[in-house]
T-cell receptor, first 113, second 115 residues
Framework: SQQGEEDPQALSIQEGENATMNCSYK?????LQWYRQNSGRGLVHLIL?????REKHSGRLRVTLDTSKKSSSLLITASRAADTASYFC?????????????FGQGTRLTINP | DAGVIQSPRHEVTEMGQEVTLRCKPI?????LFWYRQTMMRGLELLIY????????DSGMPEDRFSAKMPNASFSTLKIQPSEPRDSAVYFC?????????????FGEGSRLTVL
């Protein structure tokens, strides 16, 4: 099963509104990352939050992490049409002597002009 | 830096043919990852290397898949023989991180269609 599970699977809002996406995970983590993927392109790193951090900001992005609930949220404020993309959370996972990033299924965000 | 470079961007082949996907990571990065993305299964990690050595290949679907990293600037993912269920977008990513779970830099992907 996926380590990170995003919800909602799809979100459609009007330009200027805020968009909130959530990610839940199952096992303990060292850090959690959020990535964006535009249609037909590769993933682009947005922000990394460590397990000892609760909140982090980057421009119009705000990420929170609640390790007790094993969940994270990504807030995009004052959304723009260019924010239309899929957003993925990724958590580090240790298995079989190796550490790696595991991605969720993503949230498809559509910003309507 | 040009970023992670993948080739080909698109490949259409027939079942049974050999497919080779190529990746040039960002110079100086010591981790290289191969992911596969499909609508049904999302983004799956196939294999990753550290300093050209395969660390975890538990995600490689079966023996038809193989990956190599002969040097720090080049990696290949080979499928032989290919099957229609291998149709997907294959991403290469590189990273500079002591633990291999830092920020990943992705290429634009290779879209494979097996007929």
């Amino acid at each position: 099963s996926q380590q990170g599970e995003e919800d909602p699977q799809a979100l459609s809002i009007q330009e200027g509104e805020n968009a909130t996406m959530n990610c839940s995970y199952k096992t303990s983590i060292n850090n959690l990352q959020w990535y964006r993927q535009n249609s037909g392109r590769g993933l682009v790193h947005l922000i990394l939050i460590r397990s000892n951090e609760r909140e982090k900001h980057s421009g119009r992005l705000r990420v929170t992490l609640d390790t007790s609930k094993k969940s994270s949220s990504l807030l995009i404020t004052a959304s723009r049409a260019a924010d239309t993309a899929s957003y993925f959370c990724a958590t580090d996972r240790y298995r079989a002597g190796a550490q790696k990033l595991v991605f969720g299924q993503g949230t498809r965000l559509t910003i309507n002009p | 830096d040009a970023g992670v470079i993948q080739s080909p961007r698109h490949e259409v082949t027939e079942m049974g043919q050999e497919v080779t996907l190529r990746c040039k990571p960002i110079s100086g990065h010591d981790y290289l990852f191969w992911y596969r993305q499909t609508m049904m299964r999302g983004l799956e990690l196939l294999i990753y290397f550290n300093n050209n050595v395969p660390i975890d290949d538990s995600g490689m679907p079966e023996d038809r898949f193989s990956a190599k990293m002969p040097n720090a600037s080049f990696s290949t993912l080979k499928i032989q023989p290919s099957e229609p269920r291998d149709s997907a977008v294959y991403f290469c990513a590189s990273s500079f991180s002591l633990k291999g779970t830092g920020e990943l830099f992705f290429g634009e992907g290779s879209r494979l269609t097996v007929l």
